[in-house]
């Protein structure tokens, strides 16, 4: 092949058109909120009111351990039998759970 021929075509590199590689996948970026406002959507079609009042929620786990919420934002739904607690949780120590009630 002609050298100088070679050097044109190396300096002319093409990202698109006819003769070159199609894209394997395209990457949808998501935005991080947008997940937060499908469900907010979700609880309003469920019929979600803001309970008011609520101070501190505590939810104890299968391990013992408790989740301690500080002044969270409530929702309930009692039709639906669903409640909804948001706010950033604190891990406590681990307690013990009776089994069973005598």
């Not at 002044?71 to 949780?89: D, E, H, I, L, R």
């Amino acid at each position: 092949m002609n050298p100088d021929k070679l050097a044109k075509l190396q300096e002319a590199v093409r990202t698109g058109g006819p003769g070159t590689q199609r894209r394997k996948k395209k990457i949808v970026r998501r935005d991080p909120g947008a997940d937060d406002q499908k469900v907010k959507t979700t609880l309003k079609k469920l019929g979600c009111a803001p309970v008011g009042a609520i101070d501190e929620v505590n939810m104890i786990k299968d391990d013992g351990s408790i989740l301690h919420f500080t002044g969270p934002k409530v929702q309930a739904a009692v039709a639906a039998n669903t409640f909804s607690v948001a706010g950033s949780p604190q891990c406590k120590r681990k307690i013990l759970v009776p089994l069973g009630f005598p």
